[in-house]
């Protein structure tokens, strides 16, 4: 996309950053830093990039597991396909005599690489490392994540591998684990509850993992951290507190024809991917994760990754989650920040709108995990998620969105806002508006299905207006802001600050917490509609604002009694009566947008007010009062700039939203117009009495 930057320009730089220390000072007031309850683990460096995506081997040497259990093997077997069945009963006999009856003592048994564990159909419950901690591993010295779990060192999870992993493979290379049935359901590793993960796997290149099922868990069905290749193929994870799959400081990733469900967090997280591509534009040479062919449906979303960083997601299904997909840069202590190259293409993203919401209100997500209900759909959301939402990034930079198909949301098919750096613990100025830059959004289908039904998205595009070089394809269903800039335009945007409503918003929708209970009942991300919105609060405290300080200025201008002078052909005094009018139907109007969730009401309502602000000022010349009546006509040329660049043309080069001019015109004008009535009532006070003169007492006899 062409246009013209902030960057160019000595004036345009100190603008900037003018605009920025404002940005910082008014932040700094009104929030306090997201807490830290998302993904916390030890410090880690990423990957070399030597390795690469390690390949599904079908011979070489290897280990089996299996349960012990003639009766219940057979019947696990005697569905499957003859040749398939017979290799079970194959692989079982031989078990029997040489393989293990747990997953982890065939890691553990595992010396040299190129290892593969097969694992015969069967319920792993891995009792051996179901055990509290205890001993050493009991008094463990470790920092605590905001969750409670402590984060432990690499050495400390080699010393203590099941304090929180019920199969822990740490350090082992090229190793393929994979089970030997028809269908991943058919070898389910359950930690029931008792561990953070089920399986993790912890500086392991070229990892391999298939067709097997994962579940219950505190946090993670599989976990995989620090390692340069892998491949999660054909796995199941579901019912875990928080993810599915997730892989951390990784690169040379693969995940393919997985699926996940039931989970507090998300299905599938990327998180802190290799981050490769720092500092390219949207032509990069490769990407560090690959994600294909899955389907993650009924979490709390579909897809999401802090500092998920150069993944190219393709070719998946996400539905019926609260929202299908979201990148972000918005919780500390991830590697990689701020999150960058996200390639999301050619995906269907439908009907994200699952409320999970009603269960933290209740109660059933403070019940112990065991007694919730996971397995009976519940899902407990670990954290803030716009209900209703088909792709969400919140402070993602350099990220593609192309070819998807998405439809059938109750919020927006696509969100975009910022996410201002201190957020992730950084406190150096020139990074305080560093998210939200050069995502473009080209050749989605919106609002249809594959076979050509319409189901439309309630709109297609929500943006708060921070950030530069980005650019939409055209709503089919509408916008907020109504105007985008286009990919094609020659000028776009490059603002330090949002839309001071959407900002208040994002921070009042961002006070989530399941563990207070504590779901923001103005936000309509969780349910709040009409009046109850806090959109609708804030226009309307700002609507009896605008009207108390019409009614100020026509006190101000002496409007109770007849004056000679004109405005505009008309007598001042009705023209003043004109402009105040004007200024309520104004101030109603954005009201009733707000009410009503219609944005192309707000700039007709701004429209008005601006006349009856530019009306008011010249009421203000003609009666001698030059000041007053400058600072009028600029609150109403800056309520008119406003107007256009909500509902026209989103105006270029200037670092804040005219709305943010408009709210401090409004200020002055407001204390300008309050000296102007001081002035005017002392004035009309009466000067006081002189004092009664003092009669000389004449002494008697005179």
């Not at 040749?83 to 890691?107: H, M, P, W």
């Not at 432990?152 to 030997?180: F, R, Y």
């Not at 200020?667 to 001081?678: P, Q, S, T």
Request: glycine content about 12%; aromatic content about 10%; some cysteine.
């Amino acid at each position: 996309m062409a246009g013209i930057t902030l960057e160019s320009g000595g004036m345009l730089r100190r603008v900037r950053r003018a605009a920025a220390l404002f940005a910082a000072a008014l932040l700094a007031l009104i929030a306090s830093p997201a807490p830290a309850d998302a993904h916390e683990e030890r410090p880690i460096t990423f990957p070399d990039g030597t390795g690469s995506v390690p390949v599904y081997r079908t011979d070489g040497p290897y280990l089996t597991v299996c349960k012990e259990d003639d009766a219940g093997f057979a019947q696990r077997v005697a569905g499957f396909p003859a040749e398939l069945k017979s290799r079970n009963e194959t692989l079982y006999r031989e078990c029997l005599t040489s393989g293990f009856r747990d997953i982890q003592a065939a890691v553990d048994a595992v010396q040299t690489p190129g290892m593969r564990i097969l694992v015969l159909p069967g319920l792993y419950e891995e009792l051996p490392s179901r055990p509290d901690p205890a001993g050493d591993c009991a008094g463990l010295q470790a920092p605590r994540a905001a969750l409670g779990h402590q984060i432990l060192s690499l050495d400390q999870q080699k010393q203590c591998p099941h304090n929180q992993n019920l199969v822990a493979v740490i350090g082992k290379k090229d190793l393929q684990i994979e089970g030997t049935g028809a269908t991943p359901g058919d070898v389910v590793l359950d930690a029931a509850y008792t561990k953070l993960n089920g399986l993790r796997g912890d500086m392991s290149n070229g990892l391999y993992l298939r067709n097997f099922t994962a579940q219950r868990t505190t946090f993670n069905a599989v976990y995989i951290l620090a390692t340069d290749g892998f491949v999660i193929d054909d796995l199941i994870g579901r019912w875990n507190d928080e993810y599915g799959f997730l892989t951390f400081g990784s690169d040379h990733g693969l995940y393919t024809g997985c699926e996940a469900y039931g989970n507090g967090d998300s299905g599938v997280y990327p998180g802190s991917a290799s981050n490769i591509n720092d500092g390219r534009g949207h032509d990069v040479p490769r990407y560090a994760i690959e994600i294909r062919g899955c389907k993650s449906h009924h979490n709390l979303l579909g897809y999401s990754g802090t500092a998920g960083d150069s993944v190219w997601v393709h070719d998946n299904e996400f539905y019926e989650n609260s929202a299908g997909i979201s990148t972000d840069s918005a919780f500390p202590f991830h590697p990689g920040l701020p999150q960058n190259h996200l390639r999301l293409e050619n995906n269907v993203i439908r009907a994200n709108n699952s409320d999970y919401n009603p269960y933290v209100r209740d109660g059933t997500c403070a019940r112990p995990y065991a007694e919730r209900g996971y397995e009976r759909g519940v899902v407990c959301p670990a954290t803030s998620v716009p209900v209703g939402t088909g792709v969400l990034t919140a402070g993602g930079n350099v990220n593609l969105f192309q070819g998807n198909y998405v439809y059938d949301h109750d919020m927006t098919a696509f969100m975009l806002f910022w996410v201002p750096a201190f957020v992730r613990g950084e406190d150096a100025l020139g990074k305080l508006a560093d998210t939200s830059h050069d995502n473009w959004y080209r050749d989605n289908h919106l609002g249809v299905s594959p076979t050509g039904e319409a189901l439309p998205n309630r709109i297609d595009f929500w943006w708060d207006g921070e950030g530069g070089g980005n650019c939409w394809q055209p709503a089919e269903s509408g916008a907020d802001p109504i105007t985008l800039p286009g990919c094609d335009a020659f000028f776009g945007t490059q603002r330090v600050l949002n839309d001071p409503t959407k900002l208040f918003k994002l921070l009042h929708c961002a006070e989530y917490d399941q563990r207070a209970r504590n779901v923001p009942a103005s936000c309509d991300w969780y349910g709040a509609s009409g009046t109850g919105r806090i959109e609708f609060h804030l226009a309307a405290w700002k609507g009896a604002a605008t009207v108390g300080l019409a009614l100020l200025a026509w006190l101000a201008l002496g409007m109770r009694q007849r004056r000679p002078e004109r405005a505009f052909g008309r007598p001042v005094r009705q023209t003043a009566v004109l402009g105040l009018a004007t200024i309520a139907i104004g101030a109603v109007t954005g009201v009733l947008a707000a009410y009503l969730n219609q944005p192309w009401l707000s700039p007709l309502g701004l429209i008005i007010a601006g006349a009856g602000w530019i009306a008011y000022g010249r009421c203000w010349r003609v009666t001698g009062r030059g000041g007053l009546g400058a600072l009028a006509w600029t609150l109403g040329v800056l309520c008119l700039l406003d107007a256009v660049d909500r509902g026209l043309w989103m105006l270029p080069l200037i670092p804040v939203p005219p709305a943010w001019l408009q709210l401090l015109a409004s200020a002055v004008l407001g204390v300008a117009v309050l000296i102007a009535l001081g002035r005017r009532m002392w004035r009309r006070k009466p000067p006081p009495a002189d004092p009664a003169p003092v009669r000389e007492k004449i002494p008697a006899g005179v």
